[in-house]
């Protein structure tokens, strides 16, 4: 019965109510008494704040509070503590929140936002991150050297615009050049763009006379959020609630905190009247953060027979105007920052880099969907330069059993294989077949290739727990505090606890609110780790309930507990199956027919630490960072327009060790939306400033994300099952993969088929046909 739930396509149960609108987000809450919040936002990308006139704000009826800057002198930062609540003394980048407003509409609260008057002085800007690292470059955190940061793991440079400094050494890299038969340097980048989740960041926060604060939010971490405000405000973390219910999307954009601060603090300003703030577009886009941008240059030494000898890397990450989270972005894109290749020499400085944008944090791949783009079109590059097919070139220098990863972390059989990924991608896109056709007209068609790695960026002692109980009924309850805000997990997570309670699904009730005064820690719902972390937890949890249940039912049935055997939800004595008890006998007690009980309420538990992780070194980034890695290749076929620079994806496989499938359409299913998404950041997606650091493209109407319109013709999806040691029956993580890699693959496929190498991102029509112009003259 059990034995075929680990690996089903089960529908999500969280399905009928977000297709009926039945689910409740926050925004759709309502509490007696709200107040409704706005924001007046910065005109400019760095300015000294001169004056602040609220007077006309405060009288327009219905304004219960008006904050700016000077009332608030809290910091808040996951990694980096280096944002404000609201802009104070001076504005770091075009659309900062200057001033808030609470009130009893929202129409009140637009009218007294728009009669704050701040007077400004404009300062020089700096949009460039290279711009930012020159000697002198304005300094967008004057105060960088007063901050406080995680110590030991990160490393800002004082009076500079380097958040934080990142170091990789392996072997000696000048004596691997000088080996090398080729050496080829090239430089990319990747622009800043937006995760566009369906919903946008909304809070509601309640700042109670007692001192207590309760807040919903559509957050995807809420033990963070409640962390980081405890620490920023000085509040106990037991004052501080925190709910999250449905969320509608996220990608990384809604981890660490962000409105909730501003809420809470407008809720105890205005009376102790929960307040309301719910982003709207333009304040996702201008306000809220987006990804990091990356400027690479990768220098590779090759030798004449195809194997990698030396590796230069200089990553210099666009944080933006505020690093608390980009600070990690650079860590991460530095251990994992070579790709899945065995290479004895390499150096990697990744530097995260203040400028007066909108800030980064967290997206999809956590950094590498940026740095494979350098890394996998530099690979086709160096293949080129010995005249060595790609495939082969990769096969010769990609990990494998035995290997040694950039920061010493010796590859072993439960790893995965990147080897078996790239295979069978290769396989199923016909490598080393011409396309059918090659050209037809202006159009013209070539296959590109590309592999990828990422393991979950966390700190060593991230932690996960959780708890089953039951009910009368002997259905049970399952809760963790990992966040579904799309990915699937609860239904994953359910099938997990189903299997080793022993019980049929439709028995296993996952409790979807998240809520810190109720349910079990979780660090952060990020970094594809949750169906790994949870899932442990889950099976100890379990392991923990059947135990109690055991223990309970050998004493009602007279035998040793080790004579006992569950499953479909009965406990029974393993020789004589007859001898049985169902589990609502026993998980609330068992009572015998004289009326003496025995036992009690049935709650397991179970909690896991991330294990064998370490510090990475400071000066050499050696260490183990990664509880598992997820390899994934692939491979695509375009269609390329000569006249008008217009790519269309004609095929893209893709294949991934996910270690063991949970749940195969949720699998499948996060490949497609995950390579949609990829395509996204290939073919449109952009931040565009003016010359002052002003974002032109706010909205959906100027920014462009793909539509049904846009999905390839064909889609593959490989799932290889090389099982984890530590993962739940050997699982690993597969949420943010899928998007990593896309970008150079088509790159890749344009250059086979035209010709063109093209190192800046999107790879627009536009910027197409200009690269095609410039090789027909």
Same mark, same amino acid.
């Given at each position: 019965?059990?034995?075929? !739930? ?34 007046? /936002? ?24 008006? !904050? ?14 280096? *944002? ?12 900062? &929140?200057? @001033?808030? +407003? ?23 800007? +700096? ?20 901050? *406080? ?7 800002? $440079? ?9 170091? %990789? ?28 989740? %369906? ?31 405890? $620490? ?29 601060? /501003? ?30 941008? !990356? ?8 030798? #004449? ?10 990553? $210099? ?56 783009? @350098? ?34 972390? #010796? ?25 059918? &056709? ?5 159009? +013209? ?8 790695? #990422?393991?979950?960026?966390? &700190?060593?002692?991230? @932690? ?9 009924? @002997? ?25 080793? /309670?022993? !019980? ?33 937890? =889950? ?47 026993? +998980? ?73 499938? =949970? ?76 998007? =990593? ?21 999107? %790879? ?12 027909? #003259?």
């Amino acid at each position: 019965m059990n034995d075929d !739930l680990i690996g089903a396509s089960i529908p999500r149960i969280d399905g009928i109510e977000k297709v009926t609108g039945s689910a409740v987000y926050a925004a759709d809450m309502k509490m007696p008494g709200m107040l409704y919040a706005k924001m007046l /936002l910065s005109p400019h990308a760095h300015a000294t704040i001169v004056g602040v006139n609220v007077e006309r704000a405060r009288k327009v009826p219905g304004v219960r509070a008006v !904050l700016v800057g000077k009332d608030l002198p809290y910091r808040i930062g996951l990694y980096m503590v280096d *944002k404000p609540v609201l802009a104070d003394r001076k504005v770091r980048y075009h659309g900062e &929140p200057v @001033a808030a +407003v609470a009130a009893t509409s929202e129409e009140a609260a637009t009218e007294a936002i728009d009669l704050i008057e701040v007077e400004y002085e404009p300062l020089e800007a +700096v949009t460039d991150a290279r711009e930012a690292l020159k000697p002198d470059a304005p300094l967008v955190h004057e105060d960088l050297h007063e901050y *406080k940061y995680v110590k030991g793991v990160f490393f800002p $440079v004082p009076h500079t615009n380097i958040a934080n400094h990142f170091k %990789l050494r392996k072997g000696d890299v000048e004596e691997g050049f000088r080996r090398s038969y080729r050496i080829i340097e090239n430089q990319f980048y990747a622009p800043q763009v937006q995760h566009v989740p %369906l919903e946008t960041h909304a809070t509601i926060a309640h700042w109670k006379p007692s001192g207590s604060i309760e807040i919903w939010t559509s957050a995807q971490s809420p033990f963070a959020v409640r962390n980081l405000l405890s $620490v920023a405000l000085g509040i106990s973390h037991s004052r501080i609630r925190v709910v999250v219910l449905y969320v509608g999307g996220a990608f990384g954009g809604k981890a660490g905190i962000h409105l909730e601060p /501003l809420v809470a603090l407008l809720s105890k300003s205005s009376g102790f009247k929960p307040v309301k703030l719910v982003a709207t577009r333009h304040e996702e886009f201008k306000t809220l953060p987006c990804r990091q941008g !990356l400027h690479a240059r990768i220098k590779t030494g090759v030798s #004449k027979s195809g194997r990698i000898i030396a590796e230069e890397i200089e990553y $210099v990450w666009d944080a933006g105007a505020y690093a608390d989270y980009g600070v990690n972005i650079g860590r991460a894109s530095g251990y994992s920052g070579a790709g899945p290749y065995d290479i004895e020499n390499v150096k990697i400085d990744s530097l995260t880099v203040y400028t007066n944008k909108p800030f980064g944090t967290a997206y999809r791949g956590f950094g590498h969907v940026e740095l494979f783009w @350098a890394v996998e079109s530099q690979m086709d590059i160096a293949a080129a330069s010995i005249d060595m097919d790609p495939v082969e070139f990769r096969m010769k220098n990609l990990l494998a059993p035995g290997s040694m990863t950039i920061t010493g972390e #010796k590859v072993t059989s439960h790893t995965g294989s990147v080897k078996k990924c790239l295979k069978q991608v290769a396989n199923e896109i016909g490598w080393g077949k011409q396309s059918s &056709p090659k050209s037809a007209g202006r159009r +013209v068609r070539g296959k590109g290739i590309a592999v990828l790695h #990422k393991a979950p960026a966390m &700190p060593p002692n991230t @932690a996960s727990s959780a708890i089953i109980k039951f009910n009368e009924d @002997a259905t049970a309850d399952v809760i963790v505090s990992g966040v579904d805000y799309g990915q699937g997990t609860a239904t994953s997570l359910s099938q997990i606890a189903a299997y080793a /309670l022993r !019980l049929p699904f439709d028995r296993i009730h996952f409790v979807w609110a998240k809520d810190t005064d109720r349910c079990p820690y979780d660090w952060q719902t990020v970094a594809s780790r949750l169906t790994v972390m949870a899932g442990i937890c =889950i099976m100890r949890a379990a392991e923990d309930a059947i135990d109690q249940i055991k223990s309970t039912a050998a004493r009602a049935l007279g035998v040793e507990k080790h004579q006992l055997e569950v499953e479909n939800g009965k406990v029974f004595v393993a020789s004589d199956p007859s001898r049985m008890l169902d589990y609502k006998d026993v +998980v609330m007690g068992y009572m015998f027919p004289s009326g003496n009980s025995i036992g009690g309420p049935v709650i397991g538990r179970g909690s896991y630490v991330a294990e064998g992780l370490t510090n990475l070194d400071p000066e050499t980034g050696q260490g183990l960072p990664a509880l598992n890695w997820t390899y994934g290749a692939h491979g695509v076929e375009v269609e390329v327009d000569l006249e008008t620079g217009d790519i269309e994806i004609i095929k893209i496989v893709s294949a991934f060790d996910v270690g063991r499938v =949970i749940n195969e359409d949720l699998c499948r299913g996060q490949v497609r939306g995950g390579v949609v998404q990829g395509l996204g950041t290939t073919l449109i997606e952009q931040y565009l400033y003016d010359g002052e650091g002003h974002l032109l493209n706010d909205s959906l109407t100027d920014y462009k994300i793909p539509t049904s319109k846009d999905i390839p013709r064909e889609m593959v999806q490989i799932l290889i099952e090389t099982p984890h040691d530590k993962g739940p029956f050997g699982a690993r993580g597969i949420a943010e993969h899928p998007m =990593i890699s896309v970008p150079s693959a088509v790159a890749n496929a344009l250059f086979n088929a035209t010709g063109v190498r093209i190192r800046d991102l999107p %790879l627009n029509p536009e910027r197409v046909c200009l690269a095609l112009r410039q090789r027909t #003259k």
